[in-house]
């Protein structure tokens, strides 16, 4: 065999088994979602932005009061021009009305037996201030 033809076999051998790696490991494949694991889903920034999900949903159903976040029980995140994140949250409604801002101290559920369950997909490109709700499911 040509010494060319051995270098140019062993570049495609590289270029495939790098391309099949790539795909496996989830971090590395882009514009897929990636499931968040426990701890990501612990951060606070996370249930910030689970919280902004909920008041944005019980505005936009036009209740009277705002809906706190009780639990977070899935979470997956993508990244394109920004991140899109994907949540299940189980809500409760509060006491505080819609139209004051939300304050976690104070805005505490109801009955925190009384529950829904939200899917929410947030967008957002924190480096100019834009957080949007792009979708949202009920139960």
């Known amino acids: 065999m040509q010494p060319h033809t051995i270098f140019?076999?062993?570049a495609l051998v590289v270029v495939y088994s790098s391309a099949g790696l790539a795909?496996?490991?989830?971090?590395?494949?882009?514009?897929?979602?990636?499931?968040?694991?426990?701890?990501?889903?612990?951060?606070e920034e996370l249930g910030e932005l689970a919280q902004?999900?909920?008041?944005?949903?019980?505005?936009?159903?036009?209740?009277?009061?705002?809906?706190?976040?009780?639990?977070?029980?899935?979470?997956?995140?993508?990244?394109?021009?920004?991140?899109?994140?994907?949540?299940k949250l189980v809500v409760s409604?509060?006491?505080?009305?819609?139209?004051?801002?939300?304050d976690v101290g104070q805005c505490?559920?109801?009955?925190?037996s009384i529950t829904r369950q939200c899917d929410v997909l947030v967008y957002e490109r924190?480096?100019?201030?834009i957080k949007e709700l792009t979708s949202f499911y009920c139960h």
């Open 8 to 10: 140019a076999l062993t």
């Open 23 to 43: 795909s496996k490991n989830p971090r590395r494949t882009r514009g897929e979602f990636r499931q968040l694991d426990a701890k990501e889903i612990e951060e």
């Open 52 to 87: 902004f999900a909920a008041t944005t949903v019980a505005k936009a159903e036009k209740r009277a009061f705002h809906d706190a976040v009780l639990n977070i029980t899935e979470a997956h995140q993508q990244t394109v021009a920004g991140w899109n994140t994907k949540m």
């Open 93 to 102: 409604e509060t006491s505080c009305p819609i139209h004051n801002p939300f």
């Open 108 to 112: 505490i559920p109801k009955n925190a």
């Open 126 to 129: 924190p480096w100019e201030h």
